[in-house]
């Protein structure tokens, strides 16, 4: 495989890349963000980190669920943790230790007397209130990211796999293969993908894996155009000749010689591309395509969000994190591309 | 539902028609009629049963107010343009057919609020002995909106016509071989139709409308390119006077309409211009109304009934608001158990889910506590429903005793219940976006029962139709209502474990069968109600349908130079804003002096009365 070393020109590509403040600062954000939602359960859960019951400690955070009988409850379904948080009032040696939002994304929270959505209340910790059916929004914006940033990563990772074996292999080996396979990724490229999704969709269930593979089947011809010129252009170099000359095989060639070669093309289209996955899952949770309901999803608040529009906090909650996000992707994308570019004689604007 | 979904699709089609149709192509294209003298003429047949008992109604209370006044123009929408003006063959079966149909007046109807008969195109009418035919007198004043006097031809007509296959409407074929046996024409005002068999309620099946015989003459298979755009002739109170494709359209009223002296008709229809606007979003719709540009707005869910209540127009009473009890058959919506599934063929599972399902959670939550858990399959039928179902309450206890009983009785590390290996886990389809949210309360609150639902949208039609083909576990919908409970189609064997048929619960039970037969077949009146209530304790005691919740009433808000009736409403109505509806509509009227003293407070932003009326005549409960 390829192996990264840190040769001196790689390191004066991260150098640049931390020249360029935004992009650099972008990331930093974008890891944090990554990383907070990673471990979303800990800060944004209707379970509570740590209970103390009848002097015995209890995590329910990850794992099964505990059933309310353990609590002296007479159900035996999930605890309803804030019911039993009232129980403990006035209590010194039982307490629950509840997350900084004491909400899951997907529990309704219905408060006596009024309706749903709820404004922005910091006394209840709805930090950006709730949406139409009283769900925190601060829980499915976190939650709905961690699962559209997945999503984006792996259609990532999957789509340039495939994409890049194949724009090399066409260049690499040219002639007809290089001939049919150009032909069948034109017909392939001019396939409504939205549409074939939402057609797909409705036949069956959506689940986040069968989304992955949806868009990874209909998502990794566009890196095979560059990958192929490339592969072209190194083909006729010295140092494949002289490989060839050696005997290696042409998969040794493609993988071992002309790939590292052409990362910095990867590199540069990857942000981008984390940028399209995002909206593509938005754009199908907002038609009421993408995963099922009750799945937190920006697609799903921002349509709330469109009809009630006069519930503001919905709408622009999302609309600012969406912004916020694709910002920073496009700005890291931008300090990558910068960065890999060999013309260092650029200016960066 | 159903109509919702019609509306997802016509309104994606019809945003392409509009841009390859030509703009503003405003005023009637003419179409010019086939030659009348190819039609051939129907021979008089003396009426050979005797003792005819001829009957009219002159004393069922009519529904317009006497106060109303003519004139005015009133300003609605359309969420879609049609794809045509027919009223049949392809694509004519569009959220606005009403409109057209509803001036395609039939010789008689029901009263809604007394169920008898009441005049339409027939002056007068009797039964004959058999139950198998009616005979009409037509009013001699009936005529087309282009003058020509509506007569005997104009039925025999009706029947070719119908009966014609250039009309591309395979449904009207059927139903008008099936269900009609024949016309016949006794003179120029007198007909009988009988239907094939004697059906209970005959007169509901008998109701039919003239099609204007000097308009299309013979059709051939052109029809339905030909007419897509016509202006047909009608009979009702408006008719079509100006559209621009893709638009608008607007209604005239008749000036000297035939009808409008009939005791029925007496204070209704009484604006003179009706104008649709298409706006393709409710919300950018109830804005328009908001700001006056539209007259009324159906305010029935509670989004928009509490949507911008302190906006001026409401606070000051510059727009009025009613509710309004209407007492009519309730659709059939619920969760609806297919019992092809292997979970779900086992009775414990199907009322271990009724339990488990928290409707009143949904009702309190997201619809305000103001709409109503529906008792049954079939709810409102009057005399029809059986007063004593009540549906099964919210009890995660009992679901858990209940799924115990089909073996689910662990509970794994999710909570979810567990029979060896296999979760207790379901799919609940559903084809209206709008039910997405409470869903998920179902789908939260069911959890606590151990029963895990899977939630699954599907594009409106791709819903329906994997419903009719019996792939679903669960499917959440409702079925439009007829105005007596049928339990064939959805209940008998002849129709289970078959697709395309409305047994969508694959119910197959020779019990059910058998007092199905009994119903269908009887046209006493007595023995049905009867069997119609004991049906509905079978189908109840199966667990096969899982009601949800329905408004049991309609909400309008309208700006306040509209006047309605005192009672603004029959029991079947769905609107106190119905423009057309020969039964309940067009009651409203326009008011200029008000309308000025509305303008007047606008300006001076004087307040006005805003009480919101409740009319709670026909209130059931």
Redesign the interface.
């Given at each position: 495989m390829i192996k990264l070393r840190f040769d001196p020109l790689t390191l004066k590509k991260f150098r640049r890349f931390r020249e360029i403040k935004r992009g650099y600062y972008s990331l930093l954000i974008m890891l944090f963000l990554l990383f907070a939602a990673m471990f979303a359960e800990l800060w944004i859960n209707s379970r509570p980190l740590m209970v103390k019951y009848e002097g015995q400690y209890f995590f329910p955070t990850y794992?099964?669920?505990i059933?309310g009988t353990e609590f002296g409850l007479d159900?035996?379904?999930?605890t309803k943790y804030r019911e039993l948080l009232k129980k403990f009032e006035g209590q010194n040696e039982n307490w629950a230790l509840m997350p900084l939002i004491p909400y899951n994304a997907?529990?309704?929270h219905?408060i006596e007397g009024e309706?749903?959505p709820y404004p922005p209340n910091a006394k209840l910790k709805h930090y950006l209130g709730t949406d139409?059916?009283?769900r925190d929004i601060v829980a499915r914006l976190v939650y709905g990211f961690r699962i559209c940033i997945f999503f984006s990563l792996l259609v990532l990772v999957f789509s340039y796999a495939i994409g890049i074996i194949m724009g090399c292999a066409m260049g690499f080996l040219g002639g007809k293969f290089d001939m049919i396979m150009q032909r069948i990724i034109e017909i392939w490229s001019n396939i409504p993908v939205l549409y074939i999704i939402?057609v797909i969709a409705?036949?069956v269930?959506p689940n986040f894996w069968i989304m992955v593979t949806l868009a990874v089947i209909f998502g990794w011809h566009p890196i095979t155009y560059y990958m192929r010129a490339v592969t072209y252009k190194e083909k006729a170099r010295e140092y494949v000749q002289a490989a060839r000359s050696l005997g290696a095989s042409p998969m040794r060639i493609i993988l071992k010689q002309i790939m590292p070669n052409t990362l910095s093309v990867v590199v540069t289209f990857a942000p981008f591309a984390i940028a399209g996955g995002i909206t593509m899952i938005t754009a199908l949770d907002y038609l009421?395509?993408g995963l099922?309901?009750?799945t937190p999803s920006w697609g799903e608040l921002l349509s709330q969000g469109?009809?009630?529009?006069?519930d503001y906090w919905i709408v622009w909650s999302v609309i600012v994190f969406m912004i916020s996000v694709l910002v920073m992707v496009t700005f890291i994308g931008e300090a990558v591309r910068e960065a890999f570019d060999p013309k260092k004689f650029t200016v960066y604007k | 539902m159903k109509i919702l979904w019609i509306l997802g699709i016509v309104s994606l089609l019809s945003g392409c028609n509009q841009c390859s149709s030509q703009e503003s192509t405003d005023g009637a294209q003419t179409t010019t009629s086939t030659n009348t003298a190819d039609l051939k003429s129907y021979p008089n047949t003396p009426i050979t049963e005797e003792n005819l008992k001829w009957l009219t109604n002159e004393t069922d209370a009519p529904l317009g107010s006497p106060d109303a006044i003519k004139g005015g123009t009133f300003k609605a929408f359309m969420l879609t343009y049609p794809l045509t003006f027919r009223s049949v063959g392809p694509d004519s079966n569009h959220s606005l057919r009403s409109l057209f149909l509803d001036n395609d007046l039939s010789l008689i109807y029901s009263h809604p609020n007394t169920q008898n008969i009441i005049p339409g195109i027939a002056e007068s009418w009797a039964f004959s002995s058999d139950k198998k035919s009616m005979y009409f007198k037509i009013n001699p004043n009936a005529r087309w909106s282009d003058g020509v006097p509506i007569r005997a031809d104009d039925f025999m007509y009706m029947l070719e016509f119908y009966r014609s296959k250039h009309i591309l409407s395979p449904f009207r074929n059927n139903y008008y071989t099936e269900m009609i046996d024949k016309i016949v024409k006794h003179d120029d005002l007198t007909i009988s139709i009988s239907s094939t068999k004697p059906r209970p309620d005959i007169h509901e099946y008998l109701a039919l409308g003239p099609v204007p015989r000097h308009f299309y003459g013979v059709i051939d298979k052109d029809f339905v390119k030909k007419y897509n755009w016509s202006i047909i002739p009608n009979s009702g109170p408006y008719i079509l006077e100006k559209f621009s494709k893709g638009k608008s359209l607007v209604f005239k009223r008749k000036k000297d309409w035939w009808a409008k002296d009939l005791r029925f008709n007496k204070g209704r229809f009484n604006v003179d211009r009706i104008s649709f606007k298409t706006i393709r979003d409710q919300?950018t719709a109830f804005t328009y109304f908001m700001k006056g540009q539209l007259d009324s707005f159906n305010l029935t869910q509670?989004?928009y009934w509490?949507?911008?209540e302190k906006a001026r127009p409401l606070v000051n009473g510059y727009i009025k608001r009613h509710v309004f009890y209407n007492d009519l058959p309730r659709p059939s919506r619920g969760f609806w158990m297919n019992q092809a599934s292997v979970l779900l063929s086992d009775i414990h599972i199907r009322r271990g889910i009724a339990y488990s399902i928290d409707a009143n959670k949904v009702i309190?939550?997201?619809l305000?506590g103001e709409s109503q858990r529906l008792s049954q399959v079939f709810t409102g039928y009057g005399k029809y429903t059986n007063p004593n179902i009540k549906p099964l309450p919210f009890d995660?206890?009992k679901a858990?005793a209940s799924f115990a009983k089909a073996g689910f009785t662990k509970?794994?590390?999710?909570?979810i219940l567990m029979k060896g290996r296999q979760r207790l886990s379901i799919?609940v389809r559903y084809g209206n976006?709008q039910n997405?949210?409470r869903?998920?309360?179902v789908?939260?609150s069911a959890?606590?029962?151990?029963l895990e639902l899977?939630?699954?949208?599907?594009?409106g039609s791709?819903?329906f139709k994997s419903v009719l083909e019996k792939k679903h576990q669960i499917a959440f919908m409702g079925w439009s209502v007829s105005s007596k409970p049928s339990y064939w189609q959805g209940f008998h064997t002849d129709n289970a474990n078959k697709p395309q048929t409305n047994n969508i619960t694959n119910t197959s039970d020779p019990a059910l069968d058998k007092k199905i037969e009994i119903y269908r077949a009887s046209i006493n009146t007595d023995e049905r109600i009867s069997l119609a209530k004991e049906i509905q304790q079978m189908i109840q005691d199966r667990v096969l349908q899982i009601p949800s919740w329905e408004a049991f009433y309609f909400r309008n808000g309208y700006w306040r130079w509209w006047k309605l009736p005192k009672v603004p409403g029959s029991k079947e109505s769905g609107s106190s804003f119905d423009p057309t509806g020969y039964t309940s509509g067009g009651l409203y009227w326009y008011d200029k002096a008000e309308h000025d003293k509305v303008k007047a407070a606008m300006k001076s932003k004087t307040k006005l009365d805003n009480t919101v009326e409740t009319y709670d005549q026909y209130k059931t409960n």
């Open positions: 794992g099964s669920i059933p159900y035996p379904s999930e997907v529990e309704t219905s309706y749903p139409t059916i009283g939402i409705s036949i269930t009421g395509f099922p309901a009750p469109q009809k009630n529009l006069d | 919300n509670p989004d509490y949507k911008d309190k939550q997201v305000r995660p206890k858990a509970r794994g590390g999710d909570g799919e976006k997405g949210d869903l998920a309360i789908k939260e959890k606590e029962a151990g899977v939630i699954k949208y599907m594009d791709a819903f």
